[in-house]
């Protein structure tokens, strides 16, 4: 075998191994958890939170973030914040509503740069008003430093843009006067 | 070559090959009927004119339709349309994945999104991607 077909094999079987360096895994809420937000006021009241847009992770395709892991990742960030006075399973005085309506990923790349956007909706149960709504952005990205394969990768990047997405709606929602 | 280095070569391309997919979801509540002028903004990093493809889609769908550099438009709409064109090579550049999102026109929430993945061997002109993803959007 010449040393031209050893190197076109060598570069073939990275190039195998990286693609199946690893099944995709979701998003984990823990890691998606934001840090805790200065608070300006916060809630005598409970919330409940509801999440949607969000997709499965099958095992060969991308890292996703699902509505579960990210409705997870909301309660544990408000809870944590004391923003709220509690977070209910359903029926609080206030609804969260977000929906993930933008999840931009990079197919491949040695940096990869996550780009989010979620609608939040806070409606007042009681009175049926929506106090506060806004679009969010956020963006993370994940080098080869932080992980070597790229479906980890991928989901550090996932991680990292819902965890600013989350820390930057509940720093807003903390501004308003409930 | 060898067979060896042709097996191993023929394996990063066969794990490359997946099946086409698409996907759409709407935020709880939003009614798509309902709207019937929209802006496509383009994207800063995009020099293949995908957004006038868009605007021209739409239009033919029976939307009033715009399209243009700025990222909000200078007249109010119904609703704003984003998108990311997603290429690869194979031979030659092919759209790989296409994402569109409909915003509101007044408050900038996304109302539906869309997104359309086709690989190499089942690529499609970047008019194709356009139809197919605002099909699925307005399904």
């Known amino acids: 075998m010449s040393s031209r077909s050893v190197a076109a094999a060598a570069a073939c079987v990275i190039a195998v191994a990286s693609l199946l360096g690893g099944c995709a895994t979701a998003a984990k809420s823990d890691a998606m958890v934001a840090e805790p937000v200065a608070i300006a006021h916060t809630s005598s009241s409970d919330v409940s939170v509801v999440v949607s847009g969000g997709k499965a992770t099958s095992g060969m395709g991308a890292s996703q973030i699902s509505d579960d892991g990210f409705a997870q990742a909301l309660r544990d960030s408000i809870t944590k914040s004391g923003l709220f006075k509690s977070v209910a399973a359903s029926g609080g005085r206030y609804k969260l509503a977000a929906f993930i309506g933008k999840v931009d990923q990079p197919i491949m790349g040695l940096s990869m740069t996550v780009k989010m956007e979620v609608s939040y909706t806070l409606t007042d149960t009681q009175s049926g008003k929506t106090v506060w709504s806004k679009n969010v952005a956020s963006e993370h990205t994940a080098k080869m430093g932080d992980a070597f394969a790229g479906v980890a990768r991928l989901r550090l990047a996932n991680e990292g843009a819902a965890k600013a997405n989350i820390q930057q709606a509940l720093t807003e929602i903390s501004s308003i006067q409930l | ?139």
């Open chain 2, 1 to 139: 070559m060898n067979r060896l280095t042709r097996i191993g070569m023929l394996l990063p391309a066969l794990l490359l090959t997946a099946c086409a997919t698409s996907n759409s979801a709407r935020a709880p509540d939003a009614d798509l009927h309902k709207l019937k002028t929209f802006y496509v903004a383009r994207l800063p990093a995009d020099e293949r004119g995908i957004e006038k493809l868009i605007a021209s889609r739409l239009n033919v769908m029976g939307y009033q339709c715009t399209s243009g550099d700025l990222q909000t438009p200078a007249s109010p709409v119904d609703a704003v349309v984003t998108y990311q064109d997603h290429w690869m090579w194979d031979i030659t550049m092919y759209m790989i994945k296409l994402d569109i999102q409909v915003h509101d026109g007044a408050t900038g929430a996304i109302l539906a999104n869309g997104e359309v993945s086709r690989p190499s061997l089942q690529r499609k002109s970047p008019e194709g991607m356009v139809e197919e993803t605002l099909g699925v959007v307005f399904k």
